[in-house]
């Protein structure tokens, strides 16, 4: 954001609520497959908080909802096509208001970086057998099963954590 807020204990506070709201979503993908809606909901009224709170200039105000609303119709495309779940589309589209424009780019390919390992590494535990003491939690047998998707809420705020030098800067400022 701007020099003088880089450290500052309101950035921090907010950072922190942000990467506790992300990894929340993370945490619930990784274990129900699903993202709840309160979720992205919290990360908009944090933003907007924020926003109050440091009263950030109307032409960045508007270019970060630019960058929100812009990925909400990027994920919902996705989601249309069956390449992203309705969660994963919000939680995205939410992270990138926080990230506006000048931060998006380095977001996309942090998340998508993070989405490739993820899809990886479980095509790879999907090919093994799975124990029996794992196949007890449901959770585990879940991730093992080849049918089901990829809880691509763990990438995102995987992604998320990667960008967060971008998170709310400006450049030239």
Request: aromatic residues 14%; glycine residues 10%.
């Amino acid at each position: 954001m701007f020099d003088s807020c880089a450290a500052s204990p309101t950035m921090i506070l907010f950072s922190l609520l942000f990467f506790s709201i992300m990894l929340v979503g993370a945490i619930y993908d990784l274990f129900t497959y699903t993202i709840p809606n309160f979720l992205p909901l919290f990360l908009i009224g944090t933003f907007a908080a924020f926003a109050l709170w440091q009263a950030l200039p109307w032409p960045l105000l508007a270019a970060h909802a630019g960058a929100g609303l812009g990925m909400l119709v990027a994920g919902w495309v996705l989601f249309a096509l069956g390449l992203l779940g309705g969660g994963d589309a919000k939680l995205f589209a939410a992270t990138s208001l926080w990230m506006g424009w000048h931060g998006l780019l380095n977001y996309l390919i942090m998340f998508s970086l993070c989405g490739g390992v993820l899809a990886l590494s479980l095509l790879l535990f999907r090919r093994l057998p799975l124990l029996a003491r794992l196949a007890r939690h449901g959770w585990i047998a879940t991730l093992h099963d080849k049918a089901q998707g990829v809880p691509y809420g763990i990438a995102l705020a995987a992604g998320a954590l990667l960008a967060w030098p971008d998170l709310l800067t400006v450049p030239g400022q």
